[in-house]
Structure formats: C-alpha cells, structure tokens
C-alpha cells in the first residue's frame, strides 16, 4: 500500500498570504496524484487531478505541481473561503490512498 | 447536474449488516466507475471499494480491512449503487460517501453527501 504523508499537519496563515501545501508518496506515482478540499459538514471537492490539472470550476489561484514522490498544491492568493482541510490521493495503485490532511486555518 | 444520494445508514450492532444505497442522476450512471469512500469521525479519508465503468466488465475492488464482508454492486436500470456489508465492526463507524469517477480512472468528481453507520452495541 503506498502512503501518503502530507506536510504540515496545519498551516496558520492571512488571507492574501501563499499557502503551499505538501504530500509526499512512499513510493512513486508518476503524476497519478489528486488534491481535495474539504469543509466541515461537507464532502470532499475535487480540485486538482494528475499532479497539475485543475477540475471544473477551480480558480486559477490554485495550482498543483510535481511528480514521482513529491508534490506541491500551492494557493496563491488566499481568499476566506480557501480556509479548510486538504487531502492528497493517489490512483497509481489500488488500493487508492489519501493522505491525513492538511488543516488550513486563518491566523 | 450529477446528484448522488445516499441512504441506509444508522445504528446497527457488531456483527450486524446494512445495505447502503446511493441514488444518481444527471449522468450516464452505467459509463462511470462509481465508488464508496468512508471517513470516521474526526479522521481522514478511506476508499474502500469501487466498482468498474461499462466497457471493462463489472470489476470490483475493495481495502484489506473490508475484503470478504463487504460487497459492491450496482442496477443500471434504476442508476443505483449499492454496499452490502456483512459482519459490521466498531471500526467500520464511519460516514460513507458515495462517489462518481471520472474520466480518468481513480480520480472522483462528484461526492454524495454521506451517510452516517454507526457500529455500536
């Protein structure tokens, strides 16, 4: 099973700040990588799919990159709503995985 | 607009069964691997099993921890996905979403809102 660590386990920053979130994958996945966003009270969201590529709708201030066992989402510019808990998830093999989650909260 | 709708959850004893359902709409439900992700109170994410699009045969595939309890399947004609769980136990309280594939295999797009099983005695 390829495990997911993502870094740190809470970011505290302003709104305006970068965030740059970080999952790190116990084995390579190529670029079979997804982030998701999760609010309290809600299901996930799909952000970005394949390390890079943005899902329907998703502001472009939100930005994923990497490939092999590291990768970054970076949010550039962050707005109120940008603040909740972020997962990574890998497809590369089953069975699929998803890190623990990166809280994101205001400082 | 993709809808998914999960019902079924509830308290159930360990060693019980309960059979979740999830309702679609808004998509060709037949085309898309479909899956069920669970997540336990105050904790992150599991997929625990999915179920193959048209076009490769009904493949399924399910975690360790619930292979040989659990079973997924799902009606085209009425566009419902279902899971079968057998010898329920404490760990397996959780809210278990429903969850539509995309294109890409192993990617979800859409998420139902959950269902909450509860493993208690």
């Known amino acids: 099973e390829i495990v997911l660590t993502q870094s740190p386990a809470t970011l505290s920053l302003s709104p305006g700040e970068r965030a740059t979130l970080s999952c790190r994958a116990s084995?390579?996945?190529?670029?079979?990588l997804a982030w998701y966003q999760q609010k309290p009270g809600q299901a996930p969201r799909l952000l970005i799919y394949d390390a890079s590529n943005r899902a329907t709708g998703i502001p472009g201030r939100l930005s994923g990159s990497g490939s092999g066992t590291d990768f970054t989402l970076t949010i550039s510019s962050l707005e109120p709503e940008d603040f909740a808990v972020y997962y990574c998830?890998?497809?590369?093999?089953?069975?699929?995985?998803f890190g623990q989650g990166t809280k994101l909260e205001i400082k | 607009e993709v809808q998914l709708l999960e019902s079924g959850g509830g308290l159930i004893q360990p060693g019980g069964s309960l059979r979740l359902s999830c309702a679609t709409s808004?998509?060709?439900?037949?085309?898309?691997?479909m899956s069920w992700v669970r997540q336990a109170p105050g904790k992150g994410l599991e997929w625990v099993s999915g179920?193959?699009?048209?076009?490769?045969?009904?493949?399924?595939y399910y975690v360790d921890s619930v292979k040989g309890r659990f079973t997924i399947s799902r009606d085209i004609s009425k566009n419902t996905l279902f899971l079968q769980m057998n010898s329920l136990r404490v760990e397996d309280t959780a809210v278990y979403y429903c969850?539509?594939?995309?294109?890409?295999?192993?990617?979800?797009?859409?998420w139902g809102q959950g269902t909450l099983v509860t493993v208690s005695s």
């Open positions: 179920i193959s699009g048209s076009g490769i045969g009904d493949y399924t």
């Open positions: 998830q890998q497809r590369s093999s089953w069975p699929y995985t």
């Open positions: 808004g998509f060709t439900f037949g085309t898309y691997a």
């Open positions: 084995q390579s996945v190529s670029s079979y």
């Open positions: 969850a539509k594939g995309a294109a890409a295999l192993g990617v979800i797009d859409y």
